[in-house]
């Protein structure tokens, strides 16, 4: 038995949610209209160069339709997941969602937090896209719900967030997570394993920056390119400086990380899947789907007999 609480080598999503809540905890993604300063110029135009929200949204999270609206259409695609006694988080997940006027915020997050069986929210946003005021927000409705922030902070390293067109840097994040801890509001982090000019080493450097974060969550997932994203074209004229895992690889890669990563950060996800139809040609991984490799990560550790935390200091 793990410090987590179950005999699993990492400390996985399930787990974490179960340590938290006392019930089985279901996500229904939205997309509640905001807007994101790295597209409208406020921070800069044409956003991250592999961004895009339609490949990584689930079809019920139109942003035409009411957050309640959305909300119903989740349950009813996730209806064949539901158990009996199981809450719901809402997943503001498309786009920088603490954008917009505190009142605004306020009222999209409190529609959500109204609904039938809502446990809490996570609201996915960028690091320098916070403030005080909306952090005290988000403080204030958790004394009644379970609310996390999550950051998109991609990678520790600062001239590869400029490679993407990130917009910010890696000390933002750290701003970003301060911010939160001072408020008791636990935070998680999306990082993507391959973004172009990282070697190895480099994954492996920005997970020693993670730990000095002490998120709650982490999300990884492999780089994929999406059809239309300036990363496509920039794949196109430079593909020399992009790199695309095998499955063994990245797991191999993952297992490392792992190793290296505080036991009490819980990881949320390890790869990411998106319909063929949006993946630039020839760069998926065949039918492979999410379980499949979180299953070979569990074996490779194993494997190695070790375990998320060993080689953390
Ligand atoms: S911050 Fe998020 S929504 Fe904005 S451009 Fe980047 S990935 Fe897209």
Redesign the pocket.
Known sequence: MYPWGDDRPFYGSARYYRNTFECEIRKLSIDAGFS?P??DGRVGVG??TF?N?DAVSPRYADRHRSISEQMAAGREFHARSWVPGAQWLVYFQA??NTYAPVEVLRSRYEEALRGEDVAGLIIGT?PDCVDEAVLDLVAELRQQHYVAVEF?MESAFDATLQRVN?GHSWMDSVRAVELCHERGIPCGGHFIIGLPGETDEMILQTIDQINTLRLATVKFHQLQIFRGTAMERDFESHPESYRFFTPDEYVSLLAEAVRHLRPDTAVERIVSEVPPSFRHEGLGWQGLRSHHVINRLCARLEHLDTFQGELFR
């Open positions: 994101c790295n597209r956003g991250c961004c929200n786009y920088s960028r998109g990130r």
